[in-house]
């Protein structure tokens, strides 16, 4: 029954995202991330190392965590967006005229980019692979630590902004997240210090270590951080929808 549920707020979502380019363009993005990385990456590497001999290959750890962390983001935002469109809350307001329903139909809202940023951030990293060392299991865990971040933004977003373009300028400051991944791994101590705020920082350093107990506790640390972040605009996303 849930699964038919949500299969069919995916349908009706992918019919939305169709007919806006921004959104299309957003949700298609990830394949175009590993296009990037496949075969523009190796050949800028080539040229630049021709014309210079500066090896951009020993950048390609960071650049592809870089990469591969604004897959949720972009699933997030997407959900964002169909959340504040008019015809979506006025079918929030239609069906969920209880606290209950509420609370239901943002679950069912939160799993979906959950579940295709899952799928997708896998389906990246084994096709990309950005840190070579890692094993299947290191894969399955980065990936879940990563689809965990759709409903981080996907709330971030819905719960602050009241309409797109409020819901834009809000994903761009989103970028502050993603900018802690490349300069969290390349800054040295104390001045990466400074990126502890971002979940994405954590997970990138649980994705590169070569301890597991590290990767555990760099894991547990960016989750602790998402799920305050998840518990306050949850509850802040209802106030605003009971007010």
Known sequence: MIGRIIFNSFKADIKFIARDPMLLMSFLAPFMLILLLRLVFPLLSDFVFVKTGFQINSYYTISAITMVSVIPMLFGMVYAFILLDENDMHILQVISVTPAGKRNFLYMRMIVPALLSFIMVLFTIVLTNPVPTEGWLRTFYISVLMAVQSPFVFLFIGSLAGNKIE????????????????????????WNYFMFFSPLYWISWAWVTSLPGESLVYGAISMMITFGCILIFFRHFLKKQAG
Do not use: E, R
């Not at 819901?167 to 104390?190: D, E, N």
């Open 167 to 190: 819901g834009l300028a809000l994903s761009k400051l989103y970028g502050i997240f993603l900018v802690a991944v490349p300069l969290g791994l390349l800054l040295h101590h104390p």
